[in-house]
């Protein structure tokens, strides 16, 4: 059945520091879904990627659909403590059915 | 607007009980999925209920199964419950495809 794989699992970076995740699908995606969750907290809908090659940017975060629409990236610039939390991505197939990564949970060190 | 309610947040049952828990999704939101969201496994795909139908099932045994109602809202039941489903269930409703807005759970605990 549909896999999505997310690497790495955990990451502790300096404040100030880059951050990147990293998503790929066993199938194609109609599209990909990034959500954070804080500690303690549920997942909360960051962004949505639908088109191939698609990049897309919100303030420090950019986020990349790849080619064949199978992987995706999550990119971080100059981290900050309030970026801490667990980062999913989630592949959503032509039936509606959302299935997520394992999650990326990163620390920052102030 | 009003977000995903899940009810109960918190539930304490036995071995070999069994258990309900509800959704109440975005009003306007046809679809609801279920995830089992555990340190070791993340979140994991129960299913997803889109107009009162079953639309996608996850990979769990058939004690795990849910229903979905003319308003939207959903149910999600467990039988015969076990140690290892002791767990944070959310729920999270959408149109039908795209963004899910989740609920902030119920966290399951069987001794």
């Known amino acids: 059945g549909q896999q999505v794989m997310q690497i790495p699992q955990y990451q502790h970076v300096q404040e100030g520091e880059d951050f990147t995740t990293y998503c790929n699908s066993s199938?194609?995606?109609?599209?990909i879904q990034w959500y954070k969750q804080r500690p303690g907290g549920h997942p909360v809908f960051l962004i949505q990627?639908?088109?191939?090659?698609e990049v897309k940017k919100q303030k420090r975060l950019t986020f990349q659909f790849g080619e064949a629409k199978k992987n995706s990236s999550l990119h971080i610039t100059a981290t900050q403590t309030t970026d801490v939390g667990t980062y999913f991505c989630?592949?959503?197939?032509?039936?509606?059915?959302?299935?997520f990564g394992q999650g990326t949970t990163l620390q920052v060190k102030p | 607007k009003a977000g995903v309610t899940q009810t109960p947040r918190y539930l304490i049952k036995t071995r070999g009980q069994q258990v309900t828990l509800s959704c109440s999704p975005i009003?306007?939101?046809?679809?609801v999925s279920w995830y089992q969201q555990t340190p070791g496994q993340g979140l994991q795909f129960l299913f997803e209920?889109?107009?009162?139908?079953?639309?996608n099932k996850g990979n769990f045994p058939g004690r795990f199964s849910g229903r979905q109602f003319s308003n939207s809202r959903s149910e999600m039941n467990v039988s015969t419950l076990e140690l290892g489903d002791s767990a944070l269930y959310l729920c999270?409703?959408?149109?039908?495809?795209?963004?899910?807005?989740f609920g902030s759970g119920t966290r399951l605990t069987v001794v």
């Open positions: 199938t194609t995606l109609s599209n």
């Open positions: 990627l639908v088109k191939s090659g």
């Open positions: 989630a592949g959503e197939s032509n039936t509606g059915k959302l299935i």
């Open positions: 009003s306007g939101h046809r679809s």
């Open positions: 999270a409703s959408s149109i039908g495809q795209g963004p899910y807005t």
């Open positions: 209920y889109f107009s009162e139908t079953q639309r």
